[in-house]
């Protein structure tokens, strides 16, 4: 792996792991702008318990060294987790997309740019 691509893909993990983990906890603890966010987007207090726990499990399992597949599930989770945000705010008619959009990029740019160490090893079949 180059130089080049081991700094984007630390960086952009940095900010995605400091981007989940900040809003897994903001929804545990279950700030009031969080409730009412979610009330707006139709989704009941429970759902702030369930996305925080499973964030900040993600970002444990995209910072942890080994476990490559457990790292696809967390992945994917953060992606269909922050698409759904998108698709449930423009639903409800909010256009404030900027936080959900930077974390699929951000999602995005570190699962491209990871080190092999960290991608599932792909039996072939011959």
Same mark, same amino acid.
């Given at each position: 792996?180059? #130089?080049?691509?081991?700094?984007?893909?630390?960086? @952009?993990?940095?900010?995605?792991?400091?981007?989940?983990? &900040?809003?897994? +906890? $903001?929804?545990?603890?279950?700030?009031?702008? =969080?409730? =009412?966010?979610?009330?707006?987007?139709?989704? !009941?207090?429970? %759902?702030?318990?369930?996305?925080?726990?499973? #964030? +900040?499990?993600? $970002?444990? @399992? $995209?910072?942890? !060294?080994?476990?490559?597949?457990?790292?696809?599930?967390?992945? @994917?989770? *953060? *992606? %269909?987790?922050?698409?759904?945000?998108? +698709? &449930?705010?423009?639903?409800?008619?909010?256009?404030?997309? *900027?936080?959900?959009?930077?974390?699929?990029?951000?999602?995005?740019? &570190?699962?491209? *740019?990871? !080190?092999? =160490?960290?991608?599932?090893?792909?039996?072939?079949?011959?």
């Amino acid at each position: 792996m180059s #130089k080049r691509n081991k700094i984007i893909y630390w960086i @952009a993990t940095a900010w995605l792991s400091l981007g989940m983990l &900040s809003t897994g +906890i $903001v929804q545990l603890i279950r700030m009031k702008k =969080e409730t =009412e966010l979610m009330h707006l987007l139709g989704y !009941p207090d429970y %759902f702030l318990t369930i996305i925080g726990v499973w #964030k +900040i499990l993600g $970002v444990i @399992a $995209v910072l942890i !060294p080994r476990f490559p597949v457990l790292k696809e599930w967390a992945y @994917a989770g *953060f *992606f %269909f987790t922050m698409s759904g945000a998108v +698709i &449930s705010h423009l639903a409800c008619g909010d256009k404030d997309l *900027f936080g959900p959009m930077l974390l699929i990029v951000l999602t995005a740019t &570190s699962w491209y *740019f990871r !080190p092999a =160490e960290r991608k599932p090893v792909v039996a072939s079949i011959n």
